[in-house]
């Protein structure tokens, strides 16, 4: 199985690189741009086909390494 | 005569500056000895554990959560939790974070730029093991150079830290009012933990030892220790 997950700076924490990505768009001439938020998208390859396993396995990663709970948040999906 | 320490310099793959530190201490008169990060324990009799700067593991996935995991961080926790006194420079403040050994984390700076220059700095708290011999309000001049220095607590963390006096240093103009530099919530360039024996800040005092080189003023920070 793969383990998709996606990790983002909390909501209320300003995630300096969005801020400047939404301003050069601004700036390229792109309008009605509301919000722009960069993440970082981690692919987990899997040898097992059990997914609440996956998914167990996977949310201890995020807890452990992969994601810094103080700030960011992380979504999983497990394909 | 005072007393002489023995400082541990922890050395992780990507630490720069373990030999300034190292320099630093032994300038000061203390002896000092590199320990490796897979190290499962720390050298006998010391008084002193510091985290160096540099870019440990690269600063892959965020500076400083690899380098949580190495072997010697264990004993780093116990000697902690015994009460034992450890400082964080720069990289060494971002694994503390990471580690769970002080509050709060360090985010890209809110200008997306490595910052590298001389920084005045205020000391906010001195009632501890590391600012004792700085006067509270002073202003300090000691470089900085990090990409990741901006010092995110949430309200009620912040809270916390300001009933415990546990801000050690904030960013300041030469007359001491805040200034923004990297983003850090109210400009905070320095924290201890709640016991205040573990001690982490951005700038590097062990860079600011002469004053041919700009700055002093590190001096009487890591002289603190010999209280």
């Known amino acids: 199985m793969t383990a998709i997950v996606n990790v983002f700076l909390k909501e209320g924490v300003l995630d300096p690189q969005g801020k400047a990505a939404h301003h050069a768009l601004d700036s390229l001439g792109f309008k009605g741009v509301k919000d722009v938020r960069i993440g970082k998208q981690i692919v987990i390859e899997l040898d097992t086909d059990d997914r609440s396993k996956a998914e167990a396995e996977v949310k201890e990663m995020c807890e452990t390494l992969l994601a810094n709970t103080v700030i960011e948040d992380y979504t999983i999906e497990i394909h | ?227």
């Open chain 2, 1 to 227: 005569m005072q007393k002489s320490l023995k400082v541990a310099v922890l050395r992780f793959p990507g630490t720069n500056c373990e030999f300034d530190t190292q320099y630093a201490f032994e300038k000061l008169g203390h002896e000092t000895v590199l320990v490796w990060h897979e190290n499962k324990s720390l050298p006998e009799d010391i008084d002193l554990v510091v985290v160096p700067g540099g870019f440990s593991y690269g600063d892959y996935l965020r500076s400083g959560a690899i380098a949580r995991f190495s072997p010697v961080m264990e004993a780093v926790k116990a000697y902690a939790e015994q009460g034992g006194n450890v400082l964080g420079i720069c990289n060494g403040f971002q694994i503390l974070t990471e580690a769970g050994l002080l509050p709060g984390a360090l985010k890209r700076n809110n200008n997306l730029h490595f910052i590298s220059k001389h920084q005045t700095l205020k000391v906010v708290n001195n009632d501890n093991a590391f600012l004792n011999r700085c006067e509270k309000d002073e202003v300090l001049n000691i470089p900085i150079a990090h990409a990741d220095g901006n010092y995110y607590i949430d309200d009620e963390g912040l809270a916390e830290l300001e009933a415990n006096g546990q801000v050690l240093l904030r960013y300041c103009d030469a007359e001491g009012n805040p200034v923004v530099v990297n983003g850090s919530v109210t400009s905070i360039a320095g924290v201890c933990n709640a016991k205040k024996n573990v001690f982490g800040l951005m700038p590097h005092p062990e860079r600011a030892l002469e004053a041919i080189l700009g700055s002093e003023d590190g001096v009487k920070m890591l002289k603190g220790f010999e209280a």
